[in-house]
């Protein structure tokens, strides 16, 4: 087994991601050092879909620094990323006792990360947390950066990601071996992640990131460790790097910063939460994975800077290969019409005062931030993907 670390360099809110088969035997490391600054529990979310050998890998290494657990499961979907989970969680804590020594541990995909890590910021006005992500969405990206939180309903809209706060983990523990479990679609909708990663690597100053997807995206399915482990380390790279120059997205970042990494997000978010739509056209496969949305979100997003002269088919071509060649879906049945989608990207918390702002690409591995692009250049986004 071998394991490395990925330094996220935030002063003194700096932290390792310990990237490999086997890291997540190095939570134990982690609580170690709170145990030593008096914590005496843990509080571990567990996502259900995980098996249980990995919970007492967790458990084991807790106990063995004399922290006593209590463990909270839940089942994520996007309805239970909610308030109603949240307070379950908050009543859960407060009954174990927890004081505000005392970490959380999330331990499971993208949902479960961000429910317990948004529990570990605002419980005692903020409590240590581990993310242990056992997703290879998890892994590349919502487990790094302190992005927590959870969707509202407002009357039949699902607003995604609406409340949360930003709490740096102390530890990150990225364990490729866990993958082994995970459902082929999710490890694919993972891979989305990744793309658009490459697609902002340039910008992002990890201009080999583009390369390397491009010859290894289509491989990751067969789950070689080593090419999980290279992926997950490399995204990892970048994700950090980016972090470390902005933490908390401010919107003035150089080059963009952070909001770089909502590249394809706008267009993602509108069609993620209408939950009737299929990758296939079969009810069965609804709703589409975040990953999914997130993959036809980017070929929509290159679609729409093709239109306004940013970058020519060819690119937008490629771009789409690469999701193909991950096996993810390159369209999608069952749209509503344009205005409809292109009100809801207006209504997307990252876009400003109604207008459309939308991170496009002006180039291989390149990106920029328009303000205020033409609903134009959405419509044809969304065109690009109609199924
Ligand atoms: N905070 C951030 O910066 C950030 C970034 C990207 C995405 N996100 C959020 O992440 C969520 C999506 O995350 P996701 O794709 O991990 O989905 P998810 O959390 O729904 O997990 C996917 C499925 O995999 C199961 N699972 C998890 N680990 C497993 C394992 N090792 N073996 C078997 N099954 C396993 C889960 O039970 C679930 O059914 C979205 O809500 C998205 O908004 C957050």
């Known amino acids: 087994m071998s394991v490395g670390s990925v330094r996220v360099e935030l002063s003194e ?39 249980g050998v990995h919970l007492d890998t967790v458990l084991d290494g807790a106990r063995g620094c004399g ?14 990323k909610s308030l109603g989970t949240y307070h379950e ?9 927890h004081t505000r020594s005392d970490p959380v541990v999330a331990l499971g995909g993208g ?3 961000d429910l317990g890590g948004f529990v570990a910021a605002s419980y005692l006005r903020g409590v240590p947390v581990v993310q242990c992500p056992t ?52 490890l ?29 995206v289509g491989r990751a399915g067969d789950r070689d460790i080593g090419v999980l482990t290279e992926l997950v380390r490399r ?22 910063g952070r909001m770089l990494l909502n590249l394809g997000h706008t267009f993602g978010h ?22 999914e949305a997130i993959g036809l979100g980017l070929i929509a997003a290159f679609a729409a800077a093709e239109s306004m002269g940013m970058v020519d088919s060819e690119l937008t071509g490629s771009v789409r290969s690469m999701i193909e060649d991950a096996g993810l879906p390159v369209c999608v049945v069952g749209l509503p019409e344009d205005g409809e989608l292109v009100a809801r990207m207006r209504r997307d918390k990252k876009s400003s005062g109604g207008s459309l702002r939308l991170v496009l690409p002006d180039g291989e591995g390149s990106c920029v931030i328009v303000n205020e692009a033409p609903e134009s250049a959405a419509i044809a986004g969304i065109c690009a993907i109609r199924g």
């Not at 793309?195 to 992002?204: D, L, M, Q, V």
């Not at 790279?237 to 401010?250: G, N, P, Q, T, Y």
């Open 135 to 186: 997703t290879l969405l998890a892994m590349v990206d919502a487990s790094v950066g302190g992005k927590t939180g959870f969707n509202l309903s407002v009357g039949d809209r699902l607003l995604k990601n609406y409340v949360g706060a930003f709490h740096q983990p102390v530890m990150v523990c990225a364990d490729v071996g866990v993958l082994g479990s995970l459902g082929d679609r999710y």
């Open 67 to 80: 922290l006593e657990p209590t463990v909270a499961e839940v089942t994520p979907s996007e309805s239970v």
């Open 13 to 51: 809110r700096s932290y390792d991601v310990r990237v490999g088969d086997g890291a997540l035997g190095d939570s134990a490391g982690a609580l170690r050092r709170l145990a030593e600054r008096g914590a005496t529990r843990v509080f571990v979310v567990r996502d259900t879909g995980v098996p």
């Open 235 to 256: 995204n990892v790279a970048l994700k950090a790097s980016i972090v470390a120059l902005d933490e908390r997205e401010d919107p003035s970042a150089k080059a963009g």
């Open 188 to 216: 694919r909708s993972g891979l989305a992640e990744c793309i658009k990663h490459a697609c902002i690597a340039r910008t992002a100053g990890h201009e080999d990131l583009v390369e390397w997807t491009r010859e290894h």
């Open 111 to 113: 949902i479960v990360g």
């Open 89 to 97: 969680l908050l009543e859960s804590i407060a009954g174990s006792g």
């Open 270 to 291: 509108a069609i993620e939460t209408i939950g009737s739509l299929t990758p296939t056209g079969d009810p069965a496969d609804a709703p589409l994975h975040h990953g």
